[in-house]
């Protein structure tokens, strides 16, 4: 039986959506510290559902969001408190799972190439790299131009722990910076990540395009959204904004997700509005299968055994 590395699903926006009359540009860390048991109560359900690897609560800590919303000097605190939501929830379930760091997009999601220098991208990332550093795995992911996925592989290199590279793709196949998938894989490959994977698009888009992934890096993956559209996110408005298909229920998203592992995907979860109902439908309908296991069970090299 094939093992494949089971991802949670949307933690964000199911915290988001959890908590009560919170509303920020920094989503679901602004919910973590004023309910941080919100953040544990939904760690704690995807592990019930099935997830074996979990990501932090840190995909907006990044220090550009912090310093623009005057909370920087808070940096340290918000990722420690974001270790401690994610280990109660694993002493409440007393489940082992892998503990995922976030590298997400510095600024917002679904934007273009920065105006940056690869070197100030690469020392921001490297903080984000040693805050997390306790971590089993990392996740860069949502990445929509080539700078920031190779500034953040080279900074999470330096640790030696296996990483994960996952670009955004728009409707059109391509990433926002314009540059094809092949584009984006060859200029990260590289840095030998122990996957590439597609992530925070239509599912319909990942089913289309798991073919050429499989091709273009020995292994790969994808979690999916469920928005009808991000453009009012990608025009910097607040999360509030998006909503949910109603179609993608936890049955559909499954078939797409089996679709993936038929082309050869290792690695598959869900992100935005992919709930646990969502992770445990697929866990329990694919694992006859599938071998679900951590990500880092997969066998993956480290950064440092890649070069």
């Given at each position: 039986m094939r093992s494949v590395a089971l991802l949670d699903g949307g933690l964000g926006q199911e915290i988001y959506r959890r908590a009560r009359g919170v509303s920020s540009p920094l989503w679901s860390v602004a919910v973590m510290l004023e309910q941080p048991e919100v953040v544990t109560a939904?760690?704690?359900?995807?592990i019930r559902a099935g997830a074996k690897t979990l990501t932090l609560n840190t995909y907006a800590a990044t220090p550009t969001r912090l310093r623009k919303q005057?909370?920087?000097?808070?940096?340290?605190?918000?990722?420690?408190?974001?270790?401690?939501?994610?280990?109660?929830?694993?002493?409440?379930?007393?489940?082992?799972?892998?503990?995922?760091?976030?590298?997400?997009?510095?600024?917002?999601?679904?934007?273009?190439?920065?105006?940056?220098?690869?070197?100030?991208?690469?020392?921001?990332y490297a903080t984000l790299v040693q805050l997390q550093a306790g971590a089993d795995v990392f996740l860069i992911e949502t990445m929509t131009n080539t700078l920031e996925a190779k500034a953040a592989c080279a900074a999470a290199s330096d640790l030696g722990k296996p990483y994960t590279v996952a670009f955004r793709l728009e409707a059109n196949g391509r990433l926002k910076s314009g540059e094809t998938l092949a584009e984006a894989v060859a200029a990260i490959k590289g840095?030998?990540?122990?996957?590439?994977?597609?992530?925070?698009?239509?599912?319909?888009?990942?089913?289309?395009?798991?073919?050429?992934?499989?091709?273009?890096?020995?292994?790969?993956?994808?979690?999916?959204?469920?928005?009808?559209?991000?453009?009012?996110?990608?025009?910097?408005?607040?999360?509030?904004?998006?909503?949910?298909?109603?179609?993608?229920?936890?049955?559909?998203?499954?078939?797409?997700?089996?679709?993936?592992?038929a082309d050869g995907a290792c690695v598959v979860g869900g992100c935005c509005e992919i709930t646990p109902e969502h992770v445990r439908f697929m866990a329990d309908a694919l694992a006859g299968d599938f071998n679900f296991v951590r990500l880092s069970q997969l066998g993956l090299r480290s950064a440092s055994e890649g070069h």
């Open positions: 939904v760690h704690a359900d995807f005057g909370l920087h000097k808070q940096i340290l605190a918000i990722h420690q408190q974001a270790f401690q939501a994610l280990e109660r929830a694993i002493d409440v379930t007393g489940v082992q799972v892998d503990i995922a760091a976030c590298l997400p997009p510095l600024t917002a999601s679904y934007q273009g190439q920065p105006a940056r220098t690869f070197e100030d991208v690469r020392d921001e840095y030998s990540p122990a996957a590439v994977m597609l992530n925070c698009c239509d599912p319909e888009l990942v089913t289309d395009t798991m073919p050429e992934l499989v091709t273009l890096y020995p292994i790969a993956g994808g979690y999916a959204n469920a928005f009808k559209s991000v453009e009012a996110v990608a025009s910097g408005g607040l999360v509030d904004t998006l909503e949910a298909r109603p179609d993608i229920s936890p049955e559909a998203y499954s078939a797409q997700v089996r679709q993936w592992l």
